[in-house]
């Protein structure tokens, strides 16, 4: 049986892996971190009843951990609150499912040496679904062969998210300029802005859509969108839950999502 650990167990996206690690015949849910409705049963906050699994104030993870004793922590928080869990779930010598977004490079450092320092293994992912996974690989495919097309990525999410453009929008800009051999990335436009070859990243923040990419390549006379859509955020709890059994057995290293689907 493997034991899991969720920080931000309260939130949207901790409350689904929550239930998804229920279902599972394989796992245990040993501990929910958060920093709202701490001394609280985790099923009665989600609404399902009482699961003998108390939620513990994310500020003593260090001893929370050290209880618990997971195999694996699923975090899905904020930027800032990710790195310190990171740090602590590496010093236990506890495997990770790092979800959050929005990190900046300086937080992303920070972690990964956490993480080779202790030699456990981590999955990092900006989004855990397959087809976002094959969405990514569909991106190279088109930029190699559409190089000269000028190339603009517009995402849609919900009201709440915090943070922008999306961490699956960013990753999608680093793998086509990654396969264009280097291109300038630009957030918006405004004012006086002639285009030139670069990228552009726009995003959209209304109501309750869970998550659109699209990917134009535009040329003269034609264009092509490539485009995502989240219909729920369960495609991301069950991509992130599936991370969460292969990591268990993983070696020491950190890992993308594409390799728990083995796909390019
Ligand atoms: N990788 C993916 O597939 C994917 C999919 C959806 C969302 N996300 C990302 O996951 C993150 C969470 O998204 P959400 O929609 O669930 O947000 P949310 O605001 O609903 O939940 C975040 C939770 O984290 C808690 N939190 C804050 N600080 C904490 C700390 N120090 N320790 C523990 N918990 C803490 C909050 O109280 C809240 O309950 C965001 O960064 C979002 O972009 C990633």
Known sequence: MIKIAVTGACG??????????????????VSAIDVTNTGKD???????????????DANDIDTVLGKAKPDVLIDFTIAQAAVKNVIASAGKKV????????????????????IKENAIAAVISP???IGVNVFWGLL??????LSDYDIEIIEAHHNQKKDAPSGTAVKAAEIISKTLGGKDIIYGRHGIAPRQK???IHAVRGGDIAGDHTVLFAGDGERIEIKHQAHSRQAFAQGAVKAALWVSKASP?????KDVLEIE
């Not at 949207?12 to 849910?29: R, T």
Request: cysteine-free; aromatic content about 6%; hydrophobic content about 45%.
């Open 12 to 29: 949207k996206m901790g409350g689904l892996i929550i239930e998804n690690v229920l279902k599972s015949p394989d796992m245990k849910l």
């Open 42 to 56: 985790i099923g009665e906050v989600m609404r399902i009843g009482k699961l003998d699994v108390q939620v513990w």
């Open 95 to 114: 495997n990770l499912v790092i979800g959050t977004t929005g990190f900046t490079p300086e937080q992303r450092a920070l972690m990964d040496k956490a």
């Open 127 to 129: 989004n855990f679904s």
């Open 140 to 145: 190279a495919q088109a930029a190699k062969r």
């Open 198 to 200: 670069e990228i552009g």
């Open 253 to 257: 290293g950190i890992y993308e999502m």
